[in-house]
T-cell receptor
Framework: QQQVKQSPQSLIVQKGGISIINCAYENTAFDYFPWYQQFPGKGPALLIAIRPDVSEKKEGRFTISFNKSAKQFSLHIMDSQPGDSATYFCAAEKETSGSRLTFGEGTQLTVNP | DADVTQTPRNRITKTGKRIMLECSQTKGHDRMYWYRQDPGLGLRLIYYSFDVKDINKGEISDGYSVSRQAQAKFSLSLESAIPNQTALYFC???????????FGPGTRLTVL
């Protein structure tokens, strides 16, 4: 049973466009929601994260929007660049569990020049 | 040098063979993790360890075992490899009180 569902599985965006990746979770005990970015041949790396006490967090061109009542959160990449082409994973964690992340299925993003 | 290293980076083995994947980290982290990545399934937790004497099963531990030889070293073993264990395996480490996990470069394992 996938506790964190991610969509779409793949996404193609033109340079300068907005990339949007969505995630939905089931466990209301989750209280930390990171996004990881993975380039080919590399391990995932933390990109940005949010806690449910805020509805939005922005870091540069990357924004997480969080909807606690809907149990959904999304990653928005503004002004998408070819260098953003990677696989993106959302994840969720109950912090008292000691950093046990549950990952979504992943989204392969391609940004065309 | 990389903070989290994994050896080997690629391995091809046969059904029934025992295989060990090794992970080392230089970040001084107490917590270490093993994940497997399969297309369309994301990353799934196999085992995790919060210190040398603490080993815990993740969501898909069947067919795997681990050893935490030291704070910096965490190895994953497949006692008798089977083809559906063909996957990309990642080790990660993290500090207590810090949610961020730092991943190694991965080991691509193929079981024929």
């Amino acid at each position: 049973q996938q506790q964190v569902k991610q969509s779409p599985q793949s996404l193609i965006v033109q340079k300068g466009g907005i990339s949007i990746i969505n995630c939905a979770y089931e466990n209301t005990a989750f209280d930390y929601f990171p996004w990881y970015q993975q380039f080919p041949g590399k391990g995932p790396a933390l990109l940005i994260a949010i806690r449910p006490d805020v509805s939005e967090k922005k870091e540069g061109r990357f924004t997480i929007s969080f909807n606690k009542s809907a149990k959904q959160f999304s990653l928005h990449i503004m002004d998408s660049q070819p260098g953003d082409s990677a696989t993106y994973f959302c994840a969720a964690e109950k912090e008292t569990s000691g950093s046990r992340l549950t990952f979504g299925e992943g989204t392969q993003l391609t940004v065309n020049p | 040098d990389a903070d989290v290293t994994q050896t080997p980076r690629n391995r091809i083995t046969k059904t029934g063979k025992r295989i060990m994947l090794e992970c080392s980290q230089t970040k001084g982290h107490d917590r270490m993790y093993w994940y497997r990545q399969d297309p369309g399934l994301g990353l799934r937790l196999i085992y995790y360890s919060f210190d040398v004497k603490d080993i815990n099963k993740g969501e898909i531990s069947d067919g795997y075992s681990v050893s935490r030889q030291a704070q910096a070293k965490f190895s994953l073993s497949l006692e008798s490899a089977i083809p559906n264990q063909t996957a990309l395996y990642f080790c990660a480490s993290g500090g207590a009180g810090n949610n961020e996990q730092f991943f190694g470069p991965g080991t691509r394992l193929t079981v024929l």
